[in-house]
């Protein structure tokens, strides 16, 4: 069964674009990533899969059912994280938290105990004297702690130490296992590589890339690492030259064989050829059509 | 009634603050009367000499030596303008604050109707009109009782009552317009009140204007009128009530369809 389904979804802001005639599937189950940089569409994506603003046309589907038309029944089953963790003013930690469980007519006490433990959050301060980090880490109670089916993460980890992402994505992991769908919303490639299965890159509102995480890092370009001299200067396919101390590496997709034969030319102590990480993937799905690798 | 009673306690420090502040004053002013009451036949020939700026607050058709009289225009104002102020504020901000505050993304993704929201909200509104009006109520007529004069009733009640109404009014303009907005609405608001208030003057000084008292709520909240017929306008009550329900309506079918930024 799939999580979610969205149909042909656009979503335009007067004449401004949000998303358009966007596609894409999500089994259930799935821990999947969606990557995009700041105004490509993602947030709009998920405030339209959330009711929070309706769509211009197409549609969406959550465990079958239409986020229009059967929107409260829809956020039953959604967990959701938003990128900015904001509470009403005066409020205690307990008292946000409470006030979430009863806005779902769940009691969630026990929930939020352990997670609240796991995550070293204070209940008892007041939400406007925590620190961004701590802010988030309530947000993230109020997500999980009704332990829903689907999750849904705005760029969940800002403002999170590296312990505490660690923990945050352990928790993750948990629920995933026991068979909560994962929706993950990041422009931080390296978190999406290590925890998704999926992912799906948005670019001015479109999907352009949707694979699993290993196919989308496999391109026909290497990154190669030289070690050495050599003069590389005329060969084609190459791009995003980083230069170190003692060595330099490029993105090659060229001939192996011409690259091998010039770089016989010059002095090599030492040679790796390697996949590019899912960074350089991203930057190469960025491209213009006719830069791309 | 979860969003019930979170509002009420969100909107708690603002309830005791107007309430204590307009329940206070209105005392002050009834502990004045015994001391004044000795100069209104003077103060009354001199309002009397003022021509339209009596008739603007009715103070030309009024006794000032009776407590009604006294009440009507020194009371009648500080709980006619107070509590149009705490009304319209309390209103119009209640459902806008949400994107002002940010909070909406944290209220709308949990699986409650935007439906449930306005009337939740909406019966926070007016909870904290009754109550208000109820203290103060209340802190009038034991102010009355402790300065030995004889309470009455009639009167007291039906300028209470329409106070009450007009603050319903009010807010439900107020509320209607709370749909619209997404930034700042206390301005908006206090606007909204304060053009009444003026209207209503206005229509006092000017015959020509005299229309106006339907438009604003102020009109039937005239003490004069109130107690010179002992009974409250019906007709302008019943357009302030089409047009309460018409802001209550226009916010039912705005914010169920907004977009939330």
Known sequence: ?293 | MTLVKHELRQGKTSFWIWTACVGFLLSVCIFLFPEMKGQMEDIGDLFASMGSFAEAFGMDRLNFGTLVGFYAVECGNILGLGGAFFASLCAVGMLSKEEKDRTSEFLLAHPVSRVRIITEKLVAVFLQITAMNLVVYALSVCSIAAIGEEIPWKEISLMHLAYYLLQIELAGICFGVSAFLNKGSAGVGLGIAVTAYFLNLIANVADVANFLKYVTPFGYCEGADIVANGKIDGAMVAVGIFLCLFGIAAAYIKYARKDIR
């Not at chain 1, 109020?142 to 312990?163: K, M, R, V, W």
């Open chain 1, 1 to 293: 069964m799939q999580a979610i389904k969205i149909n042909q979804l656009t979503k335009f802001y007067g004449k401004s674009r949000g998303i358009s005639r966007l596609d894409l599937s999500v089994e259930k189950g799935e821990f999947f990533g969606f990557i995009g940089p700041n105004g490509a569409g993602k947030s709009t994506t998920i405030r339209t899969l959330l009711g929070l603003i309706s769509p211009t046309s197409g549609s969406a589907e959550i465990f079958g059912k239409d986020i229009v038309r059967e929107k409260q029944s829809v956020l039953r089953h959604i967990g959701y994280l938003p990128s900015e963790a904001i509470f009403y003013p005066g409020m205690r930690v307990k008292d946000i938290l409470k006030l979430s469980a009863d806005l779902r007519k769940k009691d969630c006490s026990r929930e939020a105990k352990e997670l609240c433990e796991r995550l070293q959050l204070d209940i008892s301060r007041r939400a406007d004297d925590l620190s961004f980090g701590n802010r988030k880490k309530v947000a993230i109670v109020c997500a999980l702690q009704s332990d829903p089916d689907l999750l849904i993460l705005d760029e969940p980890t800002g403002g999170l130490d590296p312990l505490m992402q660690r923990e945050f994505f352990a928790i993750l992991k948990e629920r995933n296992q026991k068979g909560t769908t994962v929706f993950f919303s990041s422009h931080v490639l390296s978190e999406v590589q290590r925890n998704c299965t999926r992912a799906a890159i948005i670019r001015d509102g479109k999907i352009i890339a949707c694979d699993s995480v290993e196919v989308l890092a496999q391109t026909s370009a290497k990154r190669v690492t030289i070690h050495g001299k050599a003069e590389i200067e005329g060969l084609d396919g190459i791009r995003d030259i980083k230069y170190a101390e003692e060595s330099f590496s490029f993105l090659y997709s060229g001939d192996m064989n011409r690259l091998l034969r010039t770089l016989s030319l010059g002095r090599i102590d030492d040679l790796t050829v390697t996949e590019p990480d899912l960074e350089e993937v991203f930057l190469h799905y960025y491209e213009k059509e006719d830069d791309r690798v």
